[in-house]
């Protein structure tokens, strides 16, 4: 039996009268990559800053490594790895200057320290630029570096707020490689993302939604959301039009436009093919299994509407 | 200790890096304040004056009220001794004391010119020129009307005056600036660099990195600041030899005293500057922070250009709570006078004073933060 790694209950955090997290609960087992989907402002970094102990939650409890975060917030952060959406390493130091620092920071003595070094640079694919200033590396080396600086002291967990916010496709692609190879090793990774694509790399996820969990599971869990309502995609060269004109269909339940394409939720029990038959000639059609994205934009819309779905 | 020495090592690469910014902040001020020191002249009152009246005829009180009646001098003590007068100037009692020779009276009925006595102290060149130009016109006039009341004889006897300038002979106003200078120096590196290296820290997202970091906030504080106590003891150290140097500056009292002097008002200003970085969020409003609390109350209030003394009443009652103007005191006495250390103890102990209330309210805010 795997353990959990991370444990949360209830936690919830207010600012003034603001609900920034509302009684959330989840489990993450160790070794488990973990995605925080959630629009701006959804709580994602509120929530990952009290499970790093630098913000008392206002009620509720988070476990992370068996620790107790609430009663002893020091005792995780020498257990746990923190990326943060700002790049937040020092500019003006070189790479070997901001590894010194934090591997100082974490107490590491010298052979440790210099272990750690090479393994970090080595990972990075920084070697040989040792010297350059941090503030001169592109975008993608910065992200390497900033989570090298995150591991030096080898933690079992790790959380990663946006870690690949503007950064190119093919460094977000050799980070994720990175993430997954330590996973693998036994690292349990949070992650938060604005990218859709980027949560096909989480094993669960969570979708947050105004500071509460709207949803939580496997991607093929998820999508159970659709289970009885079938998905057709429709191609058109105006899929706004289009998109309009679906909405008004009596099967239809809800539309929305992927490229030159329109999603349309078919409400429930409704027969595809003779929905698809019905729609005339000239217009492509055909069943689709749910994108993360039709996902997400359910659950949301889900989580917005004061009554629940009958 | 290896993550106070992680923290401080940093620090120090940080400043050096900026060595840029560091001369500028350091060198430019210090350019423009000697060059502008020269040409520095306030109207200044309320000088407080001892009078020594060995005399005590009317002819020498009619003397003392024309200083009086001037508005320009304040009568504080009348004294009997010299040793008197330089106690009261070495604890900046008076400035200017007025000595008035036995048998003034009788000289001048006889028809002889008498010398009185100006002692000034010259430790601010700008005040003391002026207080002589003040006392050589009253001494002159008093002594035009004395002789057109005893008018009528062929020569009558002239009232002169002999001026005396202590500490500083030659007037020399650089002498008088270095202190100030060396005040105003503390308070940038001091306040103005520690406040900002540690909010430009908060707005760079580093900060939330670092508390991120198993490490106690006295671990960041020190090996945070220690770096600037170093940096602003080593640019006092060399101001004041440079000026000893070049400006022939006298070191009349000890070095250890003058460590003691500016390690007390370096970690005030230190303490200082940790407060204002757990107020502001942005780098400007530490900036402005900085200067309202720090950086002009040490140029205007301290003594450093306006003398305390020509103050009036209510901004007098607020330089007690400006450290800057305890420090000059201090300063003054160990550097240009060479005072003994009862004279300038109290100014040390409200300096102790000082650092203790800023340091215990830094520390209030800062374990309020941690616990957000
Ligand atoms: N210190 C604070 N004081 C007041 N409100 C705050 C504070 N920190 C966050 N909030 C508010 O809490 C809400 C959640 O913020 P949070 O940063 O957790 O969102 P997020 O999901 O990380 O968003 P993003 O994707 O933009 O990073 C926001 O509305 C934010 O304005
Ligand atoms: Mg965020």
């Given at each position: 039996m ?9 936690l919830?955090?207010?600012?003034g ?8 609960t ?6 488990e990559?973990f995605?925080f ?6 709580g994602?970094s509120?929530?990952i ?12 409890t ?5 620790v107790?975060v609430g009663r ?5 952060k020498?257990r746990?790895?923190y990326?943060s959406?700002?790049f937040s ?16 920071l ?6 440790t ?10 990972m ?8 350059t200033?941090?503030g ?5 080396w910065r992200q390497?570096l ?6 030096l002291?080898q ?9 690949t916010?503007?950064v190119?496709?093919l460094s977000?692609?050799?980070?994720w490689t990175?993430?997954?190879?330590m996973?693998a ?11 859709l694509?980027e949560?096909e790399?989480c094993?669960r996820?969570a ?9 939580i599971g496997?991607?093929t ?11 057709v995609?429709v191609?058109?060269?105006?899929p ?6 679906l909405a008004?269909h ?8 992927f490229?030159?394409a329109?999603?349309?939720v078919l409400?429930r ?6 929905f ?7 217009l492509t059609?055909s069943?689709?299994?749910p994108?993360?994205?039709?996902v997400?934009?359910d ?5 917005q ?6 | 200790?290896?993550?106070v020495?992680a923290?401080?090592?940093k620090e ?5 890096r ?6 500028i902040l350091l060198?430019?001020p ?10 520095l002249n ?8 001892a ?6 005829s ?5 003397l003392?009220?024309a200083?009086?009646n001037s508005?320009y ?10 040793s ?11 400035r ?5 020779p ?9 028809g ?7 002692l ?6 700008n ?5 002589l130009?003040?006392?050589?016109a ?8 004395l ?6 004889r ?10 005396r300038?202590w ?5 020399r106003s ?14 940038i590196t001091?306040v103005?660099s520690?406040?900002?290296s540690?909010v430009?820290e908060?707005?760079?997202g ?5 508390q ?14 220690v ?7 080593a640019?006092?150290?060399?101001i004041?030899v440079?000026?000893?140097?070049l400006f ?9 005293m003058?460590l003691?002097a500016l390690?007390?008002f370096?970690?005030g200003a230190?303490?200082?500057g940790?407060?204002?970085s757990?107020i502001?969020d942005?780098?400007q409003?530490a900036?402005q922070?900085a ?8 140029l205007?209030?301290?003594?450093f250009i306006f003398?305390i003394?020509?103050m009036?009443a ?17 300063l003054?006495?160990?550097v240009l006078k060479g005072?003994?250390p009862s004279?300038?103890s109290?100014?040390?102990s ?5 650092a203790v209330?800023?340091l215990?309210?830094?520390?209030f805010?800062?374990?309020?933060q941690r616990?957000?």
């Open positions: 795997t353990m959990n790694a991370i444990e949360v209950r209830d919830t955090r207010r600012f009268g603001f609900v920034a997290v509302d009684r959330v989840f489990e993450v087992r160790e070794g990559i995605g989907l959630g629009s701006n402002g959804a994602k509120t929530t800053r009290m499970l790093c102990g630098l913000l008392k939650p206002t009620s509720g988070a476990r992370v490594g068996g107790d002893d917030p020091e005792a995780v020498q746990i790895g990326m959406q700002k390493l020092y500019e003006a130091l070189t790479i070997d200057q901001n590894i010194e620092f934090f591997s100082g974490y107490g590491l003595d010298r052979r320290g210099r272990d750690r070094r090479a393994f970090v640079l080595k990075a694919g920084l070697e040989g630029r040792e010297h200033l941090a001169d590396l592109p975008g993608g390497r900033a989570l090298g600086c995150a591991i002291h933690p079992p967990v790790l959380f990663l707020d946006e870690p916010g503007g190119d496709p977000r692609r050799e980070f990175l993430i997954e190879a996973a090793s036994g690292v349990t990774v949070l992650v938060t993302t604005h990218y694509d949560a790399h094993h996820l979708i947050l939604h105004a500071g509460r969990l709207a949803a496997s991607i869990e998820l999508r159970e959301v659709f289970a009885d309502r079938p998905i995609e191609q058109s060269t105006d706004v039009a289009l998109m309009n004109a008004d009596p099967d239809v339940e809800k539309t929305s436009v490229g030159t329109v999603h349309a409400k029990e409704t027969d595809v093919r003779r698809i038959a019905g729609l005339g000639d000239g059609a069943p689709v299994a994108s993360l994205e039709d997400f934009l659950v949301v819309e889900q989580a509407s004061p009554e629940p779905k009958a | 200790m290896r993550k020495l923290v401080g090592r120090m690469r940080q400043i050096l900026d060595r840029r910014t560091l001369l060198f430019v210090a350019f423009f304040l000697l060059l502008y020191g020269y040409a306030f109207d200044i009152r309320h000088i407080p004056l009078v020594d009246d060995r005399d005590k009317s002819d020498s009180r009619e003392v009220a200083f009086v508005g001098f304040d009568l504080v003590a009348g004294v009997g001794s010299p008197e007068i330089e106690r009261l100037m070495d604890l900046n009692r008076v200017a004391a007025l000595v008035i036995e048998g003034l009276s009788r000289d001048l009925r006889s002889r010119d008498v010398s009185v006595q100006v000034v102290d010259g430790d601010n060149a005040t003391a020129t002026t207080v130009g003040y006392s050589s009253i001494v002159r006039t008093v002594s035009r009307q002789r057109i009341e005893r008018g009528g062929v020569a009558p006897p002239r009232v002169l005056l002999e001026p300038i500490y500083n002979p030659e007037l650089t002498l008088f600036l270095v202190p100030g200078l060396i005040a105003y120096i503390c308070m001091a103005v520690t406040a900002l540690i430009r908060k707005e760079r580093t900060m939330e990195q670092v991120m970091a198993p490490l106690g906030t006295m671990s960041y504080v020190v090996g945070k600041t770096p600037y106590f170093v940096v602003s003891l640019s006092a150290v060399v004041v440079v000026s000893m140097a022939g500056l006298p070191m009349r009292g000890s070095w250890g003058l003691l390690s007390l370096i970690v230190l303490a200082t940790l407060w204002i757990t502001a942005t780098q409003t900036f922070l200067l309202l609390s720090s950086f002009l109350p040490t205007m209030l301290s003594g003398p003394s020509s009036p209510a901004i007098r009652a607020v330089t007690y709570v400006v450290p800057a103007r305890y420090f000059l005191v201090a003054r006495g160990i005072a003994p004279t300038y109290f100014a040390l409200m300096l102790v004073v000082y209330g800023m215990s309210l830094a520390a805010r800062l374990s309020r616990t957000a």
